[in-house]
């Protein structure tokens, strides 16, 4: 879900690779509309998730415990509305290849 890290805060400390231009963009993106409503990339990353009703389950990668009860206290607050779903939705990734890491 967070593709491994890319989705959080260390997404800023992704490779400079030339490929992985648009992704850059695309998080930045993100993490505009996340701060525009008070919440870290992570937080609107995992309540997109389990806002979305085709979701049934959401698997978080864990290093440590504090990541696991930080992803817990994501899952414990509403699902997002429909305007915040929505401008997630505008960000759109066209090569998909770039959505892999093992890619990268």
Do not use: C
Not at 51 to 57: F, G, H, L, M, R
Not at 64 to 77: N, T
């Amino acid at each position: 879900m967070y593709l491994r890290g890319a989705l959080t805060e260390n997404a800023y400390s992704l490779k400079d690779y030339p490929h992985l231009v648009e992704l850059r963009a695309k998080i930045a993106a993100l993490g505009s509309i996340a701060k525009d409503f008070h919440m870290s990339l992570a937080e609107l990353t995992m309540r997109y998730v389990l806002s979305n009703p085709q979701v049934a389950v959401a698997l978080v990668g864990a290093g440590i415990i504090a990541d696991v009860e930080i992803a817990r206290s994501y899952a414990d607050k509403p699902k997002l509305d429909s305007r915040i779903m929505e401008l997630v939705r505008t960000v759109r990734m066209y090569d998909e290849e770039q959505l892999w890491p093992s890619k990268w």
